[in-house]
């Protein structure tokens, strides 16, 4: 369970991992024309995803208690 809404996932960039989400902190890389975005997990693994598959935590959670993310269908 999340404790604060500052959780991201995405969609990994790594072909092999497409079908799963990553979840943790998101940081950015690069410049203007050459951003990559990514997700620092909680065991210090950093996943390059795609910039359109991110979202963020609401802050709530489903009746499974599992977090509720922007773009989730209820």
């Not at 404790?3 to 995405?10: K, L």
């Not at 410049?31 to 598959?53: A, H, Q």
């Not at 208690?65 to 989730?72: A, M, T, V």
């Amino acid at each position: 369970m999340f404790n604060d809404r500052w959780m991201f996932r995405g969609k990994p960039v790594d072909s092999a991992l497409q079908k799963e989400w990553v979840y943790g902190s998101l940081f950015v890389r690069g410049e203007e024309e050459d951003k990559r975005y990514y997700i620092l997990e909680n065991d210090g693994t950093e996943t390059k995803v795609f910039v359109f598959s991110i979202q963020q935590a609401t802050g709530y959670y489903d009746e499974d208690l599992n977090p509720i993310f922007e773009g989730d269908i209820l």
